[in-house]
């Protein structure tokens, strides 16, 4: 159906707009509007479980993008993403019920502690390097999630926070058609932040010090700079993330951000591909339905009622199988197969060799 | 009294933990965070074992420390040897993942109820009366255990024909590949023995309160332990414990119960911002990570 373009077979470019159009060719702006035209028309046709799945993705791709941009891009591991979800959740919780401040409220609130929250994560980042940089994550991650404990304990929620559905001018946000979309845009938003940040001087400098940090300093970069923007601008995306995901759930549990969450979000980009937000995608979506898919195989099985029970442990042991293959067998992600794929389809129906070194 | 046992029993348990990360840490750079899961792993193949050889407590006890060394030495031989060379996070995350995967069998294979594995085996747990201050058995045995294994790998390490070689290939494998070590055996050594220490902390501890899937916190417990030591010094693993159980023991005690989760990471950050490579590791180590 597709067939997989080169971006253009030339440089025609005579104008500055055009070289910055994010859409460069006809195949490009065609493709998209039609993934475009199915993403607006899914809610209409799909099942309301369906529709709860692709919310779920959405919710996913905000968190795996901003994942992205810190480990993809600027080289700085992190395993506390659960955390940083779990402050604008809590964020959003708690003013909820303390105020019962309003949604355009929350949603700055949850953006503002995930910029504190980042310079906090980041601060380690300026003296540690690789396995430390992800330890001392690791560390805050447990800080969070305590303080989150703490509270519901102190105030007496220990079973979470309910929250009502957000209010924006009188509409309630509480079908999920509406969820659909107000989630997609989000979405579509982060998307597009990530694109734009990491074509400009950011990306570029985030690219540098992730290669090599004495050489990037040695351009001009401000090193500590960068890798703290980098923090802040991913903690508070991921921020914004659990913001939407305690509206979506009307319901906070400190339950729901264990060290399992953090690992997920690591496996997202692992499995779509590291260094590509279309990996950063693919994966969230993967690791999102992955679940989903293994149980309805195990409902395929003969006697389902003896397993009912374990479903659980078989999603968590298939989990971890698979995150096993991908590290050991294909280290580039679903976003290599994707890559083999259009090399293979490049000049179809002639075979072509693909050039392993000149696709990075 | 019972404090300062209480802070002993508890450092022994994150020090018996700590050595097998540093054991897979100063040899091959590698941190094991299914460490816990394999250690999780160990107590509940005593559990299988203590029915299989019902009445033999000793026998069950060697075959399940047996067969855990084994576990160790199939994860080395069949994952872990294809991540040599690979990335950082690549090799950490293969870990987590086989964690993953170790808590997923093991619920499906024993369920996630609480276990007694010493009710299983037939073997008491009365408590001791040292002073003013009561130890129960088998929180004992881990005091003496943690004191032999640690013993038993200082004289290893430091004596013994493949404790050298573990060291050499720890400080430069591209040298000691070329003096003719084996690298490939020296880790599956390490893996071996790091799954043994866990196994044995992990069984002790299920012996003395029972057995169940959570058993894997204590083990991400015990890491700060060995961080705060160095990464790479095992006498820094038994100070770092020792640091952390106390700090943990008595901020539960003064303070409020609920930092019970915490402390080491709280711990884990202090030293982090202070002296990130730990109090007995060598400083090289930040910049080859």
Redo the contacts between chains.
Sequence with gaps: MFRPMPRASGYFHTSYAQDLALLQTRTERISLLAFAVVLVALPFIASPFLLDLACQVFLASIGALSLMLL?GYAGQ?SLGHAGLIAAGAFTTGILAREIHAPFWLTLPASALTGVVLGLIFGL?SL??????L???T???H??VI?LG??YE?KRGFSTGIVIDPPAIGGFRLSDGRAWYFVLLGFAVASLLICINLLRSRSGRAWRALHARETVAEALGISIAGYKLLAFVISSSMTSVAGCLFAYYRGFVSIEAFD??LS?QY??MI?IGGMGSLLGALLGAAFVTIFPYVIESLIKLLPNVHKLAG?I??????????V??LF??LE?LGLIGIWHRLQNYFLLWPFKQRPLASARK | MQLLVNIVVLASIYALIACGYVMIYRVSRVLNLAHGELMMLGAYLLLATASLFSGHAAMALGAAVVLSVVVGLLVYVFLMRKMTGEMVLAAILTTVALGILIRGLVVLLWSAQQQYPAQALGVPNPSLVIGNARISLWSAVLVLTNAAVYGGLFAFLRFGRWGIRMRAAGQNPLLAAQRGIRLHSVYALAWSLSTLTGALAGILMALDSGLTTSLPVIGLKAFPAALVGGLDSLAGALVGALIVAAAEVLLIYYVDPLLSDVVPFLVLIAVLIVRPWGLFGSREELDRV
């Design positions: 480990t591991i380690p003296r540690l390097r690789g396995l430390y992800a330890v001392s690791l560390a805050l447990f800080i305590y404990g703490e304990t060290l399992f690992i690591v496996a692992i374990d659980f442990a078989v999603n968590y042991a298939s989990f971890g199988v995150m096993i590290l050991v280290p």
